[in-house]
Structures are given as C-alpha cells and as structure tokens.
C-alpha cells in the first residue's frame, strides 16, 4: 500500500529506538499498532458502506428501467380497451330519463288509439 520496503522499516526502528529509549518503544509500538488497527477498520467500513450504496444505486436504476418498459407494455395492453371504451362511450346510448320519455310516449299514442277505437 505504501511501497515501504525492509531498508525503510528498519531506518525508522532504529531512529524510533535513539530518539524514545529502549523502555518507552514498547509502549509506542503498540500505541502505532492500535492506531493503524482503528484507521484500517475505518477505511474498511467506509469501503463496504460505498460499495453497498452503489449496489442499491445500481439496483434502483435497474428497477426503474424495468419499471418504464411495464408501465410501456400496460399501456400498450390498455389501448384496444380504452378504443372500445371510446367507441362505446361515441354511440350515446339513451339514458334512463330519454327511454322514460319514450315509454310514456309509447303509452300515451296507445291509449289515444284505444280512445279511437273505442
């Protein structure tokens, strides 16, 4: 990751072990190592949350493509239903009050033909 090789390790040791004295490095040590254990499970877990947010980026993408190409055929099923629709809905069928009207005709040009007749 960092391109350190055993030459670079070793220089640091030795200037770690002059400058902080044979007691305190220990302690140092494993202070560096806690360190870089924490920053590595950070990068870890921010790596997996991006990784995992770009997995349901991709999945809504996929769903709203897939989404788009339903929603084109259901209109293309619903177009014969909605001509039918309009075709009956052109021929005006006679209402209730228009088929009372001529009902009341009807009986109306009976009972004049009945008076007639009589």
Wanted: charged residues 30%; proline residues 3%.
């Amino acid at each position: 990751m960092f391109d350190i090789g055993f030459a670079e390790i070793l220089i640091v040791a030795v200037v770690a072990l002059v400058v902080l004295g044979p007691d305190k490095l220990p302690g140092a040590i494993r202070t560096v190592g806690m360190w870089v254990r924490r920053i590595r499970s950070a990068v870890g877990s921010i790596q997996s949350e991006i990784s995992e947010e770009l997995r349901i980026d991709e999945l809504k993408r996929t769903a709203a493509i897939q989404k788009s190409e339903l929603d084109k055929e259901l209109d293309e099923m619903r177009q014969p239903f909605n001509e039918a629709h309009e075709s009956l809905t052109a021929t005006k069928a006679p209402s209730v009050e228009e088929l009372k009207e001529q009902a009341n005709a009807e009986e109306l040009k009976t009972s004049e033909q009945s008076k007639i007749e009589k």
